[in-house]
Nanobody, 115 residues
């Protein structure tokens, strides 16, 4: 059973960069869908980036061109590079995996972007 643990959050100025990493506790399968979501207090959790089981990468318009997701199969991790950060990117970021119909979530990591 995957155990997702995020790291890499923190405080950064607008225009800066952060890299988030999610340790999965085991091998990432080609059939897994993996991604990052974020949640702003009082709002619904929203997709930030995803690699589907077919290998397609999905990004919402709000982060397209700024965020990049990839899997590291040597490290068994799911990574998110975030560039040109904006104050509106401030949120708790969660790692997610969908495996064989089951959802797995990490505990979340705080990202704060100051103006």
């Amino acid at each position: 059973q995957p155990q997702l643990v995020e790291s890499g959050g923190g405080l950064v100025q607008a225009g800066g960069s952060l890299r988030l990493s999610c340790a999965t506790g085991g091998r990432i399968l080609s059939s897994d869908s993996t991604g990052w979501y974020r949640q702003i207090s009082g709002k619904q959790r929203e997709l930030v980036a995803r690699i589907t089981s077919g290998g397609r990468r999905d990004y919402p318009e709000s982060v397209k061109g700024r965020f990049t997701i990839w899997r590291d199969h040597n490290e068994n991790s799911i990574n998110l590079q975030m560039n040109s950060l904006k104050p509106e990117d401030t949120a708790i970021y969660y790692c997610h995996m969908l495996r064989r119909g089951n959802d797995y979530w990490g505990q979340g990591t705080q990202v704060t972007v100051s103006s």
